[in-house]
């Protein structure tokens, strides 16, 4: 029983760090076109609790991407200097949708490995009911 | 009825085992995407049944785990919490650190 409630807490864990994670990439995107914005990344590691590997994951502190921001030339704009240029954002459009397909997918994969725990839970309660 | 109460034995044995492996195979999943996290497999039941032992890690290659000369440190009962070994540092990352910098 206890694997059970361990996996459950486990496929949990990894449901939350990816729902963090693509809370992160919907930040980037919205935040494209913000002159000096620069991009969020989160890292996974494994959760430790009293010194012990739980088996779960979680994620790790917020990082700013420290590539150089995209200089846009833009001569009209208030925040352009003399040459012209004004710093946009270091975000990348293509990068944060291949990050959220693969959030999506991971996500799926735990939600997947719930369900199946759950379904061999029941199972078990259903048995032994009867 | 000697024989079916070890018919039952033997069905909860199995059972558990599924439950055991069901708990590592989510741990697997769940950190899919951490960064030098090596996959974990526990022994197959058939081998753990008529060895009469208890469900010990099993390395899918040689080097998964550092400490594979006690193999009877790694039990499926860290996922209920108890201390896993040290873990030595992701061969990812040594890959990376000794690739000659071009």
Same mark, same amino acid.
Request: net charge positive; with cysteine; hydrophobic share 35%.
């Given at each position: 029983m206890t694997d059970f409630s361990d996996a459950m807490s486990v496929a949990t864990s990894g449901m939350k760090a990816q729902a963090n994670r693509l809370r992160h990439v919907s930040e980037n995107i919205a935040n494209t076109d913000t002159p000096g914005y620069q991009r969020k990344t989160v890292s996974f590691q494994e959760m430790v609790r009293d010194g012990l590997t739980t088996g779960a994951v979680t994620t790790g502190p917020m990082r700013l991407d420290p590539t150089a921001l995209t200089r846009i030339y833009d001569p009209a704009n208030p925040l352009a200097d003399e040459t012209g240029h004004f710093d946009g954002s270091n975000v990348n459009l293509l990068i944060e949708?291949?990050?959220?397909?693969?959030?999506?997918?991971?996500?799926?994969?735990?939600?997947?490995?719930?369900?199946?725990?759950?379904?061999?839970?029941?199972?078990?309660?259903?048995?032994?009911?009867? | 009825?000697?024989?079916?109460?070890?018919?039952?034995?033997?069905?909860?044995?199995?059972?558990?085992?599924a439950g055991a492996r069901q708990a590592v195979v989510a741990r697997n999943i769940a950190n899919a995407d951490t960064p030098g996290?090596?996959?974990?497999?526990?022994?197959?039941?058939?081998?753990?049944?008529?060895?009469?032992?208890?469900?010990?890690?099993?390395?899918?290659?040689?080097?998964?785990f550092p400490t594979q000369t006690q193999p009877s440190v790694m039990r499926t009962a860290h996922a209920a919490g108890t201390p896993l070994p040290p873990t030595? @540092? =992701? #061969? &990812?990352?040594?890959?990376?650190?000794? @690739? =000659? #910098? &071009?």
């Open positions: 949708i291949a990050d959220a397909r693969e959030a999506q997918r991971s996500y799926e994969a735990n939600l997947k490995m719930f369900d199946q725990v759950r379904q061999m839970s029941t199972a078990l309660m259903d048995l032994l009911r009867n | 009825m000697h024989n079916s109460l070890e018919l039952f034995q033997t069905a909860s044995a199995m059972a558990r085992h996290f090596q996959a974990q497999q526990i022994a197959a039941f058939k081998d753990v049944y008529s060895a009469g032992t208890t469900t010990d890690m099993r390395a899918t290659r040689p080097g998964h030595a @540092t =992701p #061969s &990812r990352s040594k890959m990376n650190c000794s @690739t =000659p #910098s &071009r």
